[in-house]
């Protein structure tokens, strides 16, 4: 990384794609970060790693830099569902361990409300209390492991930590948080958020599970399109409701 932008440099081809130098057209640079859609830090790592595989089977830079930029991500990752009147709802239902749910919340400023809870791993979720207490304004758990999160994410000093019985009811529940901490955000000046950032953008909604679906859904696909549905639902009333005004 330099100035914004992927380079490389002394990047040699594989011999099974002919060996010699990488197809750079006569500059380091690959891209601009600023051209990624896929969100978070720990993403352009991973265009990082891409560029560099595509060099060394050979492909020029001119065509790494178009295929990069227009890949948005896949289905229950990071996948943004939908903005509903300054609230964003991200949909990362595969976001099973503590790692992956750590930068699913290092992505994005605050306001932001945590959805979390499923079937227990059983593994070590000790490292997520102190991240979620400090880039979450609340958290709204669901499932077997609701009760045990709750308890982690209170200890770790986490302001406000709600339980639902559903995951229908946890979107509703944290839609209404993440408005009233939008509500809050627009009486005084704006305010630097968690790790640095300014919170100017919409309220986000992120389901990032830490668990297992098992408990309440068949598998990590179901339980995104139950979260998808339940986003919809309140577009569709917020829609309605704008409508008879």
Do not use: C
């Not at 239902?93 to 992956?100: E, I, L, M």
């Not at 982690?152 to 209404?176: H, P, T, Y």
């Not at 995104?224 to 917020?238: E, L, N, Q, Y």
């Amino acid at each position: 990384m330099e100035d914004g932008w992927i380079v490389a440099a002394g990047v040699g081809r594989l011999p099974v794609a002919g060996g010699g130098a990488a197809q750079l057209a006569g500059s380091r640079r690959i891209m601009p970060i600023s051209e990624l859609a896929i969100p978070g830090d720990h993403n352009v790592s991973n265009a990082l790693a891409a560029v560099a595989v595509a060099l060394l089977f050979g492909l020029p830079a001119g065509k790494i830099r178009p295929a990069a930029a227009a890949f948005a991500g896949v289905e229950h990752r990071l996948e943004q569902v939908a903005t509903v009147n300054g609230v964003r709802f991200i949909n990362d239902s595969q976001g099973t361990q503590p790692d992956a749910v750590i930068a699913a919340l290092r992505t994005f400023p605050r306001p932001l409300v945590l959805i979390a809870g499923g079937r227990d791993k059983g593994v070590d979720l000790s490292g997520l209390g102190p991240v979620a207490a400090e880039r979450a304004d609340a958290a709204v758990l669901i499932g077997e492991s609701g009760s045990s999160l709750a308890e982690l994410f209170r200890k770790s000093g986490m302001a406000r930590v709600e339980q639902a019985s559903s995951l229908a009811e946890a979107v509703e529940l944290a839609d209404s948080i993440a408005r009233e901490a939008l509500a809050a955000l627009a009486s005084r000046p704006a305010t630097a958020g968690a790790g640095g950032k300014t919170a100017a953008g919409p309220a986000t909604v992120l389901l990032s599970p830490a668990a297992a679906s098992f408990d309440m859904f068949v598998d990590y696909a179901a339980r995104g399109a139950a979260f998808r549905a339940a986003v919809d639902a309140i577009a569709r009333r917020r829609t309605v409701v704008r409508s008879r005004r």
